[in-house]
């Protein structure tokens, strides 16, 4: 049994009074009934990624969280695979942007598994006001060959006074022994003349004794000389 952990842990540069920046990698990688686990975490200016694997047996967890504040940016990256059994993945971004500051916040989290049960999470949060910009964007993928695969995603996005917020989130699930849950929700707010843009989409794809289930929502507030659209898409395929 091999078993290999590499862990790169926050790491802050201070150079610009307005910025911070953090940088954070975890991998963890185990063959031959091993279990493997990694979490990364990442608060400044932000980028955070896990990774984990896990074969035959084993068991593969990945979390990753990354906050941006000041002026906004933070993305986390969280991927889980396993080949005999139990895949779990979740990710988190959060951006602050202020006084004309822009926020980016980006989420991806992939989970795996063939043996069974691949679960998967991903959140974004951005907001931008006195004419900044919040960008949110948040992707989920789960996938199981035989059984149970769910995938959940949300966004949120936060324009004021002039700014502009944007959301997008994406869901899939995938089975092939049975069950497939996604789900999506992205809530986009602006106001005094701010914009606001929500996205969906969901997929839901399942087999052999199926059950395929897909909620997608997707929220566009705007108020007081504000625009807003709002977008949303499902589709639940059972073979």
């Known amino acids: 049994m091999k078993h290999l952990t590499v862990m790169t842990t ?3 540069l201070c150079g610009v009074p307005t910025v911070q920046a953090a940088s954070a990698t975890a991998v963890s990688v185990a063959t031959n009934g091993g279990s493997s686990s990694a979490t990364a975490q990442a608060v400044g200016n932000a980028d955070a990624t896990a990774y984990a694997g896990a074969t035959n047996g084993g068991r593969a967890v990945a979390d990753s969280t990354a906050i941006g504040n000041r002026r906004g940016y933070a993305a986390s990256d969280a991927v889980a695979i396993a080949d005999r059994g139990l895949a779990v993945s979740t990710s988190r971004a959060d951006a602050r942007g202020q006084r004309g500051g822009r926020a980016v916040a980006t989420s ?14 991903s959140e974004a949060v951005a907001r931008g006001a006195f004419g900044g910009t919040a960008h949110s964007r948040s992707y989920s993928t789960a996938l199981s060959r035989w059984g149970l695969a769910v995938s959940d ?3 949120s996005s936060n324009g004021l006074f002039g700014g502009r917020a944007t959301s ?12 497939a849950t996604s789900r999506v929700m992205t809530t986009s707010d ?18 052999q004794k199926r059950h395929s289930q897909v909620d997608a929502r997707a929220v566009s507030r705007s108020t007081l000389r504000a625009s807003g659209r709002s977008r949303v898409a499902a589709v639940e395929v059972r073979r």
């Open 108 to 121: 991806e989290s992939v989970a795996g598994a063939i043996g069974g049960v691949a679960i998967s999470n």
């Open 10 to 12: 926050i790491v802050l």
């Open 168 to 179: 997008v989130s994406d869901s899939l699930s995938d089975t092939y022994g049975g069950v």
């Open 190 to 207: 602006a106001r005094y003349r701010a914009t606001a843009v929500a996205d969906g989409i969901g997929v839901s794809i399942s087999g």
């Open 153 to 155: 995603s949300k966004t």
